[in-house]
């Protein structure tokens, strides 16, 4: 079973920009992985901000995006806000329906 | 409203069994694909079973084959979790979770505490 790393943390000021990847231990993440990332703030469930690499749920805010970048799944915040602090988890699917989680990025806003 | 809401957690002893429910509200259920999804405290998320939208094919994590059987009954929009031989490193919330054309719709979570 693929393992999907993503960066345990990462820090970004207020009104800044920064990119959050998922790769795979397979190889190169693809359109074929149907990318989606999910927002988890404390004691809460998990919130899906993006699905099938690039597509955002109803409710996400604009400054989200998903790409993929560099043979991995990205998730880019551009102008960050304090409510954007929280756990945001990556998951690709692999063979036969099955899928995986990355381990989640915590992500501070400082 | 969109509701999907998890029962039946609680604690158990290893080797114990438990059997976790979701029912689901606010949507076409028998189109969604339907997950169990965990996670252990202070950690992160992990991935458990899939069945499909009609009930005919499901899919584990390794860590829980044999042990636990994933079923649904879409006339009552509910989807089952039976866990048999649990084991400490089965403690975790464990969310419900809709999937139909990369929407996707997640319960509040069922806390499963396995202790002697």
């Known amino acids: 079973q693929a393992v999907v790393t993503q960066e345990p943390s990462l820090t970004v000021s207020p009104g800044g920009t920064v990119t959050l990847t998922c790769g795979s231990s397979t190889g190169t993440v693809t359109s074929d992985h149907y990318p989606y990332w999910f927002q988890q703030k404390p004691g809460q469930a998990p919130r899906t901000l993006i699905y099938?690499?690039?597509t955002k749920d109803s409710w996400t805010p604009a400054r989200f995006s998903g790409s993929l970048l560099g043979g991995k799944a990205a998730l880019t915040l551009s102008g960050a806000q304090a409510e954007d602090e929280a756990d945001y988890y990556c998951l690709l699917s692999s063979s036969g329906g099955r899928v995986v989680f990355g381990g989640g990025t915590k992500l501070t806003v400082l | 409203e969109v509701q999907l809401v998890e029962s039946g957690g609680g604690s158990v002893q290893p080797e114990g069994s438990l059997r976790l429910s979701c029912t689901a509200s606010g949507f076409t259920f028998s189109s969604y694909s339907l997950h169990w999804v965990r996670q252990p405290p202070g950690k992160g998320l992990l991935w458990v079973s899939r069945i499909s939208s009609d009930g005919s094919s499901t899919d584990y994590v390794d860590s829980v084959k044999g042990r636990f059987t994933m079923s649904r009954d879409n006339a009552k929009k509910t989807v089952l979790l039976q866990m048999n031989g649990l084991r400490a490193e089965d403690t975790a919330v464990y969310y419900c979770?809709?999937?139909?054309?990369?929407?996707?719709?997640w319960g509040q979570g069922t806390l499963v505490t396995v202790s002697s």
């Open positions: 099938h690499t690039s």
């Open positions: 979770a809709a999937e139909a054309g990369g929407t996707v719709f």
